[in-house]
């Protein structure tokens, strides 16, 4: 890549006053000339500065909008990743935002650390962070965030540290532009081979939070596909997400400086969907005392987001599938049609599939609204995205109850790990706000820091025995027979055939491939619970 060779050249030129680069500088430097996932690179630079420094953590955050964002981190609790840092409430990442030098903060500063209670070493020592240095990081004279480095013990960091740490940011600076230029040119070999002509598509800033290969995958997959014009049909279980998705496909689109509409099919009388939808004019039924336009109308070169398209009623889906035709739209009551330009993204929970065999839903409608299908994962599948999930969470009750910091311990770690979460994200975060009140009522602090522990989350810790355990295995781990992991397995897909099919053994054994007898005596078998 020609850009990225001409600025590693022009980095070692601002090296040239010093003949010997230390180890970190070498890696650092070898990581920018070589080919490799940009998360990898900024994930190796941070744990590198740790080792460099023997501190206790170091995070690179970049900065969006009022907030801080880790990107890569080394030392922090997984649960911490997911978190956003409003600056206004951080008076510490604050000062390193409007400092271009290194700052260290003295051992006794009253200021509160962001990263209390949220270093990885936090179970042998004190919960507090008692050493912090960083820097804010600019690109091309813009700020793009910040790096800081926590240590536990006091005096990890001196005068000496501020001037590596300034050597360092060159790097750090240096990675972050490679990494912007990787992006932009493999966004422009994505347009070049779509027939995509306009403004570049605006990034997304819905709050998709996450790291899992699930979770990247499909957003990768959401960025191509936001660029055409393609229906889409967003398919997953209740509170996965997909109106987050939603959002980020018309934010990525080139259609994002018009309005995305969106409309809750479930929620409208049946009365009232085809005005909703078409708008209708004036004396068209009792009540319609002016004339007003539908949805439709309204995200005109837009996007209109039709959330639970299921429920739609049979009547108002032959005339949905006319307007995705030809884009004609006759309000009710009106002679005339009128033409629309709009992009229509579609989300359901439900099976589509099943409601056409059913004759509950339109096979002609189905198959234009889902010219691009997109599956959105459950929590359950997503590995450890609960806990950065859990994080972002635990950050906003902290800010609205008033918490120095709120935390989990590894305890309750586990147990949003092992629990199934039908609800998905929505149920997590309901749980999230309810132990955090019992927290504030119970104050179980140390030091100002609330801590969540496994009994305050009884209501779900009584279910995960049932439920297959999804920590991460590694070799120290005790090992596990083919029998046992066949029958985890097992157990794992009946149950979330189960919850796809909303406890319907028929679709669920279609779907599994086997015969409905038969499913239910292996879940029988398998212990399953509810299955008698």
Request: aromatic letters at 6%; hydrophobic letters at 40%.
């Amino acid at each position: 890549m020609p850009a990225l060779v001409i600025y590693t050249l022009h980095l070692r030129v601002k090296f040239t006053t010093r003949v010997i680069f230390t180890m970190l500088e070498q890696t650092l430097i070898a990581d920018l000339t070589t080919e490799v996932n940009t998360g990898l690179r900024l994930q190796h630079a941070v744990s590198c500065l740790r080792t460099q420094f023997a501190c206790t953590a170091v995070v690179l955050l970049k900065l969006d909008g009022d907030y801080l964002v880790p990107v890569a981190s080394h030392g922090l609790v997984t649960e911490a990743n997911g978190r956003r840092f409003k600056i206004a409430e951080h008076p510490r990442l604050a000062m390193l935002l409007k400092a271009r030098q290194p700052h260290l903060f003295p051992p006794d500063s009253d200021l509160p650390d962001p990263y209390d209670g949220l270093l990885d070493e936090h179970t042998t020592g004190s919960l507090a962070v008692h050493d912090c240095l960083g820097m804010a990081l600019y690109i091309d004279g813009q700020c793009w965030g910040v790096v800081t480095l926590d240590a536990q013990a006091a005096g990890t960091f001196n005068e000496p540290c501020l001037r590596d740490l300034q050597r360092y940011s060159f790097l750090l600076e240096a990675i972050l532009r490679t990494n912007r230029l990787e992006r932009e040119v493999r966004a422009l070999r994505t347009v070049s081979r779509e027939t995509y002509s306009g403004p570049a598509p605006a990034q997304g800033h819905a709050d998709i939070i996450g790291r899992s290969e699930k979770l990247s995958s499909l957003l990768a997959e959401i960025d191509v596909v936001a660029r055409s014009d393609l229906p889409v049909l967003l398919q997953g279980e209740t509170g996965t997400g997909k109106e987050l998705i939603a959002r980020r496909l018309h934010q990525n689109s080139n259609r994002s400086a018009r309005p995305m509409i969106y409309i809750n099919c479930a929620a409208l009388p049946e009365s009232l969907v085809e005005s909703e939808l078409f708008g209708h004019v004036k004396g068209a039924f009792s009540g319609a005392t002016s004339a007003r336009g539908g949805r439709f109308e309204a995200a005109h070169q837009g996007t209109l987001f039709l959330d639970e398209v299921g429920e739609l009623p049979l009547s108002i889906q032959a005339k949905l599938l006319r307007v995705l035709q030809s884009g004609d739209i006759q309000r009710v009551g009106a002679d005339h049609t009128k033409q629309v330009d709009v992009r229509v993204i579609a989300a359901t929970n439900r099976n589509l599939k099943s409601l056409v065999k059913d004759e509950l839903f339109r096979a002609d409608l189905y198959h234009r609204l889902s010219v691009y299908p997109v599956v959105v994962p459950p929590l359950r599948e997503r590995d450890t995205d609960v806990l950065h999930l859990a994080g972002y969470f635990l950050e906003q009750n902290r800010a609205r109850l008033g918490f120095r910091n709120l935390r989990l311990d590894s305890e309750a770690e586990a147990v949003l790990l092992n629990y199934s979460w039908p609800g998905n994200v929505r149920e997590l975060e309901h749980v999230i706000s309810r132990v955090a009140v019992k927290a504030l009522s119970l104050q179980q602090q140390c030091g100002g820091i609330v801590t969540i522990t496994r009994d305050m989350l009884n209501d779900i810790a009584s279910e995960t025995d049932d439920v297959r355990p999804r920590t991460v295995t590694t070799s120290q781990h005790s090992p596990v027979s083919l029998r046992q992991a066949v029958t985890e397995a097992q157990r794992a897909a009946i149950s979330a055939a189960l919850q796809r099919n909303e406890q319907r053994w028929a679709p669920s054994a279609r779907e599994l491939e086997v015969d409905p007898s038969n499913l239910h005596k292996l879940a029988r078998k398998l212990g399953l619970k509810g299955v008698s």
